[in-house]
């Protein structure tokens, strides 16, 4: 009788492995696509830095600092800390050589598929709260069909509207110190026409302005 148990515990078992391996073979594979920084961004609380008519904002992403990840895009994140509408004329990537000024390429970017966007800061649906250091209002502009090497630095310049009363009430991200891979800097009136063969007017040497994250998606 023990044997006979035995043979029937037996195929209950092997019948319950089997059914288990079927339902396992029936759930399809999923493909997750993570959202990651493709150099380290801004840490911490931000600081701020008001009144942007008529100035180019430059960032640089260095491609010492990259982080080992290949995408076929690259998306770029402002913060705003105080302001109701950011009007912006122009936005660009420039690629050059790592450690060099020259440009080599010359990127649009976009928000909403123009390079030239106005950004309702007061609309909810964009900044859910109003803009201020402790909660900055991020924009995640249009992924650019960039792909970022270590043997390339990138200068990302967004040129304000001159003369334009809301961007003189905008304030952007500021770090107070240099917890990032991001550099920063800015020059009075628009530096974002420049063409392939000419330079960057110089090396950004604080924190970055504006930009936070520089990502895959």
Do not use: H
Request: hydrophobic share 35%.
């Amino acid at each position: 009788m023990k044997t006979v148990y035995k043979i029937a515990a037996l195929t209950l078992m092997m019948m319950t492995v089997a059914v288990y391996g079927f339902s396992q073979t029936s759930v399809p594979a999923r493909t997750a696509t993570a959202t990651q920084n493709l150099i380290r961004g801004v840490v911490g609380n931000p600081g701020s830095n008001s009144s942007w008519s008529g100035y180019s904002v430059f960032n640089l992403i260095p491609g010492s600092g990259l982080f080992p990840i290949t995408s076929a895009t690259t998306v770029f994140y402002y913060g705003f800390t105080a302001g109701t509408e950011a009007d912006i004329s122009n936005m660009v990537v420039y690629t050059t050589a790592r450690g060099s000024l020259t440009i080599t390429a010359v990127t649009p970017v976009k928000l909403g598929g123009v390079s030239n966007p106005s950004i309702m800061l007061s609309n909810a649906s964009v900044c859910p709260v109003a803009p201020s250091t402790t909660a900055p209002c991020i924009v995640r502009f249009d992924p650019t069909t960039l792909t970022l090497t270590p043997s390339n630095d990138y200068y990302f310049a967004v040129y304000f509207t001159s003369g334009d009363t809301n961007n003189s009430a905008i304030a952007g991200t500021s770090p107070a110190n240099n917890q990032s891979s991001l550099v920063g800097t800015y020059y009075g009136g628009n530096y974002t026409n420049l063409t392939v063969g000419q330079s960057i007017p110089s090396v950004p040497g604080s924190g970055p302005v504006f930009l936070m994250y520089v990502m895959n998606n």
